[in-house]
């Protein structure tokens, strides 16, 4: 069993769509977190939320919003998509909060390509 | 705020030979200290982690790291290189967050 699942694994979209990125974690844990990763393979904190709840929101365009259903669900939701959005966006999950210090489960990735 | 420097950007080493990976890290109480391996394609799986006790930390796949406070540094090594390691080394420092340093690309020569 996947432990932290992501789809797609591969999205190609022209810019200006809406799309959205869907994660699941089956670990239990109650902290989860999108990154992204930079063609230059930079890895680097969107959001973190625990139990539902925003913990961390770094700088990030308001065209991300992340959406929790539940504590085993964290979607990555994009508006109006730009060329700068192409990169690799992993989900993780952690058991506690103060997500830095827990060890941290990721995803596969999802490889966005904006055209 | 913590930050966590790699300096070598890319690696080769040949197959047997031994390795080490730098990593540095700025941060003004005891870190919180991680190895992630990503493998092309991959996500990013823990090798191994520091958070106290004996600075020399065993990992998965025959890998070790020494936390120096001396040196801010948490290398990571091991002795003898398979081809199968092949791939992005990241280290990490953690606090509130993860902070994850800017990878080192390691390839093996046959």
């Known amino acids: 069993d996947t432990a932290v699942s992501q789809t797609p694994k591969y999205l190609v979209t022209q810019m200006g769509n809406d799309k959205s990125i869907k994660c699941e974690q089956n670990?239990?844990?109650?902290?989860m977190y999108w990154y992204k990763q930079d063609s230059k393979k930079f890895l680097k904190i969107m959001f973190s939320y625990n139990n539902k709840e925003l913990i961390i929101n770094e700088t990030v365009p308001n065209r991300f919003s992340p959406k929790s259903p539940d504590k085993a669900h964290l979607n990555l939701h994009i508006n109006s998509l730009e060329l700068g959005d192409s990169a690799v966006y992993f989900c993780?999950?952690?058991?506690?909060?103060?997500?830095?210090?827990?060890?941290?489960?990721f995803g596969p990735g999802t490889r966005l390509t904006v055209l | 705020a913590q930050s966590v420097t790699q300096p070598d950007i890319h690696i080769t080493v040949s197959e047997g030979a031994s390795l080490e990976l730098r990593c540095n890290y700025s941060y003004g109480a005891t870190p919180y200290l991680f190895w992630y391996v990503q493998s092309p394609g991959q996500g990013l799986q823990l090798l191994l982690k520091y958070f106290s006790g004996d600075t020399l930390v065993q990992g998965i796949k025959g890998f070790e790291a020494e936390f120096k406070r001396s040196q801010s540094s948490f290398n990571l090594r091991k002795p003898s290189v398979h081809w199968s390691d092949a791939a992005e080394y990241f280290c990490?420092?953690?606090?509130?967050?993860?902070?994850f340093g800017a990878g080192t690309r390691l390839t093996v020569k046959p």
């Open positions: 670990l239990g844990h109650d902290t």
């Open positions: 990490a420092v953690a606090s509130n967050d993860m902070r």
């Open positions: 993780a999950s952690s058991h506690r909060v103060a997500g830095g210090t827990d060890t941290q489960y």
